[in-house]
C-alpha cells in the first residue's frame, strides 16, 4: 500500500506566499515523477509542475517565475514553494507521484487526499 500525505496550503492574500509539502510512504521500489496539481471549482484538474527523479522539472505558463518544485529522493517528498500568490491560484492542490512498488513492475499513479489554497484579493 502507498500514501501520499499533503501539509501546508491554508488562506493568504494576494502576494503572499506559501508552501506544500508530499510525502510518499508504503512499500516502494521507486519513485519517478512527483508533481503538483491543483483544481478550481468549476474547472479541470490542471498541471502546476512536475518533477523527474533526475531533476527536470516542468512547469504550467500561469506559475513560472512564482513558484518552485522541489524535492528531496531520499525521503520520497515532493515541495511547492508559492511565492507572489495571486487569487486565480486558489484551488485545491494535488499531489501526484509515479511510483514502482516492487523491481520490475510498472509504474502506478498515485494521489494525495488534496489541500486546499485560498488567496484573498
Known amino acids: 500500500q502507498v500514501q501520499l500525505v499533503e501539509s501546508g496550503g491554508g488562506l493568504v492574500q494576494a502576494g503572499g506566499s506559501l508552501s506544500l509539502s508530499c510525502t510518499a510512504s508504503g512499500t516502494i521500489f521507486s519513485v519517478t515523477f512527483m508533481g503538483w496539481y491543483r483544481q478550481a471549482p468549476g474547472k479541470q484538474r490542471e498541471l502546476v509542475a512536475t518533477?523527474?527523479?533526475?531533476?527536470?522539472?516542468n512547469y504550467a505558463d500561469s506559475v513560472k517565475g512564482r513558484f518552485t518544485i522541489s524535492r528531496d529522493n531520499a525521503k520520497n517528498t515532493v515541495y511547492l514553494q508559492m511565492n507572489s500568490l495571486e487569487p486565480e491560484d486558489t484551488a485545491v492542490y494535488y499531489c501526484?507521484?509515479?511510483?514502482?512498488?516492487?523491481?520490475?513492475?510498472?509504474?502506478?499513479?498515485?494521489w494525495g487526499q488534496g489541500t486546499q489554497v485560498t488567496v484573498s484579493s
Open positions: 501526484n507521484a509515479q511510483i514502482r512498488r516492487r523491481f520490475g513492475s510498472p509504474a502506478s499513479d498515485y
Open positions: 518533477s523527474a527523479s533526475g531533476g527536470i522539472t
